[in-house]
């Protein structure tokens, strides 16, 4: 939800005559104001630059563009609020700044986007939360009763070992270091489905939330270690716990 109230912004025109002295300090400016998290300057040769790249993949813009023969787009100072929730004081505070190289401000209120984004938030944590406890209730299910097999197929070696005087921690130990190697394994073959799913519904999420450059497969890239590290340390200790309890009751031999 906070990926996506980031991408949020609010932009200042600039008139074609501007000078980059008189621009720059329109920016610093607004970025003084307190309730701005950032103002960046895009200039006319950067706004031209990303048009092209968003749309490399349609000729027919391209081509027109080729045509024009001169860089249609102005400059412009993109500006991130601090907090989405003070949107309507930021656009009181911008329009109390009066500068002659503003030629338009693009204060769209982002209320509906919010709303939908919010619904499908809730929905998505609603589906998520019944979804997480069905497979954790799976994955005990499934651990406890493997771990239970395991330890009936090498009764005589725990028979053994009892003989020798082997304690409660080295009968127990392998069971439960055999858990977290599962662990492991599920993990890995759950990424390697998850990432080309991702891909698969990428184009149909991008579609969804249009005008919003919205990439989940680069944000699971960025943040791999803090998604799928504690997804693996809960699932750790999940199995760990199942194999505990299945250790426990079904070792007394």
């Known amino acids: 939800m906070t990926s996506f109230k980031e991408m949020i912004d609010i932009t200042l025109d600039i008139k074609s005559s501007a000078g980059e002295s008189e621009i720059l300090a329109l920016k610093g400016q607004v970025a003084?104001?307190?309730?701005?998290?950032?103002?960046?300057?895009?200039?006319?040769a950067d706004a031209i630059e990303a048009f092209r790249k968003e749309h490399e993949n349609d000729p027919d813009i391209l081509q027109a563009l080729r045509e024009l023969?001169?860089?249609?787009?102005?400059?412009?100072?993109?500006?991130?609020?601090?907090?989405?929730?003070?949107?309507?004081?930021?656009?009181?505070?911008?329009?109390?700044?009066?500068?002659?190289?503003?030629?338009?401000?693009?204060f769209d209120n982002p209320k509906a986007m919010l709303d939908k984004i919010n619904a499908v938030a809730k929905k998505i944590e609603q589906v998520g939360v019944f979804v997480s406890l069905i497979f954790v209730l799976i994955t005990i299910l499934v651990v406890y009763n493997s771990?239970?097999?395991?330890?009936?197929?090498?009764?005589?070696?725990?028979?053994?070992?009892?003989?020798?005087?082997?304690?409660?921690?080295?009968?127990?130990?392998?069971?439960?270091?055999?858990?977290?190697?599962?662990?492991?394994?599920?993990?890995?073959?759950?990424?390697?489905?998850?990432?080309?799913?991702?891909?698969?519904f990428q184009p149909y999420l991008q579609y969804f939330f249009n005008g919003y450059h919205l990439d989940l497969v680069s944000y699971f890239r960025l943040n791999f270690v803090n998604v799928f590290g504690l997804e693996f340390a809960v699932a750790c200790f999940v199995n760990l716990l199942a194999s505990f309890v299945a250790v426990r009751k079904y070792s007394r031999v």
């Open 32 to 44: 003084n104001l307190d309730r701005v998290k950032s103002a960046e300057y895009i200039s006319k």
């Open 147 to 200: 771990i239970r097999v395991t330890i009936y197929t090498h009764q005589k070696e725990i028979k053994v070992m009892r003989l020798v005087g082997a304690s409660n921690w080295f009968i127990r130990a392998p069971f439960l270091i055999s858990s977290i190697i599962y662990t492991f394994i599920g993990m890995t073959a759950t990424l390697l489905l998850f990432f080309p799913l991702l891909n698969l």
């Open 69 to 106: 023969n001169v860089n249609p787009l102005g400059a412009s100072i993109v500006i991130k609020p601090k907090d989405i929730d003070q949107y309507d004081n930021l656009i009181t505070d911008l329009n109390k700044i009066e500068n002659p190289i503003i030629d338009g401000r693009n």
